[in-house]
C-alpha cells in the first residue's frame, strides 16, 4: 500500500447548484462530493439562478454556501449583458475573480458583443483574475482584449489543438494567461457519445481523438496550468428527458482519473498533483492552509458506479471505468473532515477565502 499525502487540493471550476437549481445538488450535497474526491476547496461559478451578477444575489448565495459548505471555498462574480461593472468596486472582497461567458452554455450569461466585453475588461479591479468560457474562435476576440487591457486571464475547459495552439502562442508572447483541461476532454472523446447517449453532452463537446492527444502532450510539456473538473450536475431525469442538459459531474472522480494515468505512466505523479493543488493555488494567490492535506492510496483500484458517487445527481459519464487512487482522508486546518468513508464536520465547517467576513 503506498499512501501519499496531497497538500491543499483546489478544484477552481465547478457549478455547486444551490438557489433555484437545488433539486440539481446543493453546496451541502456538492461539497460532499467535493471532500470525496480529496478537496480541500472549490470555486463555485456564477451561471446558477440568480446569477450572481448584482449584490442582492451575491448576497443570497454568500449565505446559503456560508451555512452549508463542508470544504473551503470562493465565489466567481459574473459579466452581465447590460452593465454591471459599475458594482465591481463593493463585490470585489468577496469574489475570487469574474467569469465571462462568450459562446452559449448553462445559464443566461451569454455576452457575444465584443465592445461589452471589453467594459468588462477595463473595469475589473487588475487584483484578480478573469476567467473566461471561449470557444475556438471566441478565443482570439478574447486574447485581443487580454493583449490590450493586460489582465490576467484564465482559459476555462481548453479541448481543442487549435485552442492549444492559440493559447501556446500567447504564453510564447507574454501575455498574462493560464489554462485549464477537463478529465471529460482528457478521457473521453465523440467516440464516446454513441455509448454515453445525453451523459456524454456539455460544452465544449467532447472532441476528436487528435484533439485529445494534443491535450496530453500539453499537460505532458507543461503548457496546461490545472486541470478542473468543471463539475455541472443535472438530475438524471433532466439528463434522460427531451431538452438538452449540457454539463457532467467530475469533483468525485477527477483525482482518481488523473492517478490511472499516472499509473499508467502517461503523467509523472509530481505533475498530476501540481495540476490540482499547486497550481491552481498560485492562480488564485491562495496558500495552503496548515495541516490541510488529503491522503490518497495509489494502490488500490476500483469501478466507478452510482452507488460509490456523492452529490445530488447520482450519474457520471465515467461509470464502469477502472480507475486507481483511493481518497483515505482529508484534513483542513487541523481538522479531519472526511475519512474515507463519512463527512466528519457540520454543514458551514468550510470558509470563504475571499471574503473579509
Ligand atoms: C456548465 C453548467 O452546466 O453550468 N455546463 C457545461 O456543459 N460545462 C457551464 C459551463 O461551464 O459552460
Ligand atoms: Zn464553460
Ligand atoms: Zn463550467
Redesign the pocket.
Known amino acids: 500500500m503506498t499512501t501519499i499525502p496531497i497538500p491543499g487540493m483546489l478544484d477552481p471550476?465547478?457549478?455547486l447548484r444551490g438557489m433555484q437549481w437545488a433539486h440539481k445538488g446543493t453546496f451541502a450535497s456538492e461539497t460532499e462530493a467535493a471532500l470525496a474526491g480529496g478537496y480541500w476547496a472549490v470555486l463555485d461559478?456564477p451561471?446558477t439562478p440568480p446569477s450572481t451578477i448584482d449584490r442582492p444575489a451575491l448576497e443570497r448565495k454568500l449565505a446559503e454556501i456560508a451555512a452549508q459548505a463542508l470544504c473551503d471555498w470562493g465565489l466567481y462574480y459574473g459579466a452581465a449583458k447590460a452593465d454591471n461593472w459599475g458594482t465591481y468596486p463593493a463585490i470585489i472582497d468577496d469574489v475570487c475573480g469574474l467569469k465571462i461567458y462568450n459562446n452559449a452554455?448553462?445559464g443566461n450569461l451569454l455576452i457575444d458583443d465584443q465592445a461589452i466585453r471589453a467594459q468588462h475588461y477595463q473595469h475589473w479591479p487588475r487584483s484578480k483574475v478573469i476567467a473566461v468560457?471561449a470557444e475556438d474562435e471566441t478565443m482570439r476576440d478574447i486574447l485581443a482584449l487580454v493583449r490590450q487591457y493586460r489582465q490576467r486571464t484564465h482559459f476555462?475547459?481548453i479541448c481543442t489543438t487549435y485552442e492549444i495552439g492559440l493559447l501556446r502562442a500567447a504564453k510564447a508572447e507574454g501575455l498574462p494567461v493560464t489554462l485549464g483541461v477537463t478529465p471529460h476532454h482528457l478521457f473521453l472523446t465523440e467516440d464516446d457519445i454513441k455509448r454515453l447517449g445525453t451523459h456524454g453532452l456539455m460544452?465544449p463537446p467532447l472532441k476528436t481523438r487528435a484533439d485529445q492527444a494534443a491535450l496530453w502532450q500539453a499537460l505532458a510539456d507543461g503548457l496546461v496550468d490545472v486541470v478542473?473538473s468543471?463539475?455541472?450536475p443535472h438530475t438524471l431525469a433532466e439528463k434522460s428527458s427531451e431538452k438538452t442538459y449540457y454539463?457532467v459531474p467530475g469533483l468525485q472522480t477527477t483525482l482518481p482519473l488523473l492517478l490511472t494515468a499516472v499509473h499508467e505512466k502517461r503523467l509523472p505523479l509530481e505533475r498530476a498533483v501540481a495540476l490540482v493543488s499547486a497550481n491552481p493555488r498560485r492562480i488564485f494567490g491562495l496558500e495552503c492552509p496548515p495541516d490541510t492535506y488529503t491522503l490518497v492510496d495509489l494502490g488500490e483500484s476500483f469501478v466507478i458506479d452510482s452507488a460509490w458517487l456523492r452529490g445530488g445527481c447520482g450519474w457520471s459519464p465515467f461509470e464502469g471505468m477502472r480507475v486507481r487512487g483511493r481518497v483515505r482522508s482529508v484534513s483542513i486546518r487541523g481538522t479531519q473532515v472526511f475519512d474515507g468513508e463519512s463527512v466528519r464536520v457540520r454543514p458551514g465547517f468550510g470558509q470563504n477565502l475571499f471574503g473579509k467576513r
Do not use: L, P, R, Y
Request: charge should be negative; glycine fraction near 6%.
Open positions: 471550476h465547478v457549478h461559478m451561471n452554455t448553462t468560457h476555462c475547459h460544452k478542473e468543471d463539475h455541472a454539463g
